[in-house]
């Protein structure tokens, strides 16, 4: 398999990517990690290994919930949606990150 | 009023094994996802089965890891259960009180029994015929000579008492606690000695 960024490089920022494709609608986990792939255009790929432990983790923290429904293929699969507290703790995550990644760039243009 | 416990409680109760059968079902999903994207990419079904469980890793170690990634829960889910429980009782005193007399006599009483019957029955004491052996207490020497001389009432009667020694050893001095008896000690509980032997009756003359 060719080598991808693994989103776990930097703490949290799984969390960060798991929470912001969560917040668009229930959805369950291959979807997630479909549309991580998806959206980044390829560069993102999450594994189930982080995917699923990193979900468990995120319920654990009330910030995700679920329901059973019924996939586009016709079997029963665990949407997972955001709670309040998971929209909250998204808005914190994507104002950290804005910072950080504004710092970073302004120290990568100097020259 | 007795309110039976609602959607949390029945999910404790059942949660651990319910998260487990949901968890078998949520994966099983995923690698179903993956076989079918290698099917439509045009692998056989064998090997779209193949490599989407070689992609999917070990699904053991994956589980193991999702336990661990919401483990807590466990011990929230049973905090929440004995907040529950208090929560009740302080609701209905009158209840609760009942309910812990009801259970601290029934406990007392059983307590109780098994204790007479475990000495009774499973632990007599070592000696032969617990059953005829009786005590009496605080007489003195003479009495005891009365009672053994008598002959009417027991079969045999022995004595024993308390007493202290101080035991030198060149030089130290040690307390003994020791417990003086007539020669027929032994024989009156029928305690065989495992090695030598026991008193000649003439060997607690005064």
């Avoid at chain 1, 960024?5 to 969560?22: E, F, S």
């Avoid at chain 2, 651990?16 to 999903?29: A, G, K, P, Q, S």
């Avoid at chain 2, 022995?158 to 417990?179: I, K, M, P, Q």
Wanted: hydrophobic residues 40%; proline residues 4%.
């Amino acid at each position: 398999m060719p080598k991808y960024p693994d989103p776990d490089m930097l703490q949290g920022t799984l969390d960060m990517l798991i929470l912001k494709t969560v917040a668009s609608g229930p959805i369950h986990g291959y979807g997630i990690a479909m549309r991580i792939q998806q959206i980044t255009q390829d560069v993102l790929r999450v594994r189930q290994g982080s995917l699923y432990p990193a979900l468990y983790r995120l319920e654990r923290k009330r910030w995700i919930d679920y329901d059973w429904g019924t996939s586009e293929n016709g079997r029963r699969a665990k949407y997972y949606r955001l709670t309040k507290q998971g929209r909250k703790q998204l808005a914190t995550e994507t104002e950290n990150w804005d910072r950080l990644s504004t710092a970073v760039n302004r120290l990568l243009q100097t020259t | 009023m007795i309110r039976l416990p609602g959607r949390t409680g029945i999910r404790s109760l059942w949660g651990r094994r319910l998260r487990e059968y949901e968890m078998d079902e949520e994966m099983m999903f995923h690698l179903s996802r993956l076989i079918e994207d290698n099917l439509e990419a045009g692998m056989s079904p064998a090997e779209a089965r193949r490599v989407a469980l070689r992609d999917f890793g070990g699904i053991c170690q994956l589980k193991e890891e999702c336990r661990q990634a919401s483990g807590f829960r466990f011990i929230r889910e049973t905090r929440q259960d004995l907040h529950y429980a208090v929560r009740q009782l302080l609701h209905n005193p009158g209840f609760a009180f009942l309910t812990i007399l009801v259970l601290a006599l029934g406990i007392g009483a059983n307590t109780a029994s098994v204790g007479v019957i475990d000495q009774l029955i499973f632990r007599p004491l070592p000696v032969l015929e617990p059953e005829r052996l009786v005590s009496i207490s605080q007489s003195s020497y003479l009495d005891y000579v009365d009672i053994r001389n008598d002959g009417q009432v027991f079969s045999d009667v022995a004595a024993t008492d308390f007493a202290g020694y101080e035991v030198w050893d060149s030089d130290h001095s040690r307390n003994l606690s020791v417990r003086s008896v007539s020669a027929n000690f032994f024989d009156v509980l029928g305690i065989k000695m495992a090695a030598g032997r026991s008193f000649y009756p003439e060997e607690d003359r005064l």
